[in-house]
């Protein structure tokens, strides 16, 4: 169960439907507060995003890119953690997610532990750059 904190909502953006739900169903069922988007601009235009403790990010987005929100989300003075996750793996994009501040990487398909354990260590402050595959 995640520690009680000003911050605890998670913020999806994802653009397959069926992920979403997933990784929706998945979190809610752990007791996380979410708000799912299917794309950055949806994010950027509904959304809030200083109330969110952690992001769960597809880096590979119709329109602006995971790595292009996260850049907007920071030049916004927006630092929260984020948790990107890929199914197209490769080195090169590795790297890139690898240069990006409080950030957790993960690849298509993960097993369900390791996204709740990167949610939880996000939410917990979890500083410096952090890779799961």
Do not use: W
Not at 4 to 23: F, G, H, M, N, Y
Not at 116 to 128: F, S
């Amino acid at each position: 169960m995640p520690k009680s904190r000003t911050r605890q909502t998670v913020a999806i953006v994802e653009d397959d439907p069926s992920v979403r739900k997933a990784l929706q169903r998945l979190l809610r069922l752990a007791g996380f507060e979410l708000q799912v988007f299917p794309s950055a601009e949806v994010l950027l235009e509904r959304g809030t995003p200083d109330v969110f403790g952690c992001f769960i990010i597809d880096i590979d987005l119709p329109g602006m890119s995971g790595f292009e929100l996260h850049e907007a989300l920071a030049e916004a003075g927006l630092q929260a953690p984020t948790i990107f996750m890929t199914a197209y793996d490769d080195q090169s994009v590795r790297e890139c997610a690898g240069r990006k501040t409080n950030s957790i990487y993960l690849s298509k398909p993960f097993p369900s532990a390791a996204l709740l354990d990167a949610v939880t260590r996000a939410l917990g402050g979890a500083n410096g750059k952090d890779k799961e595959n």
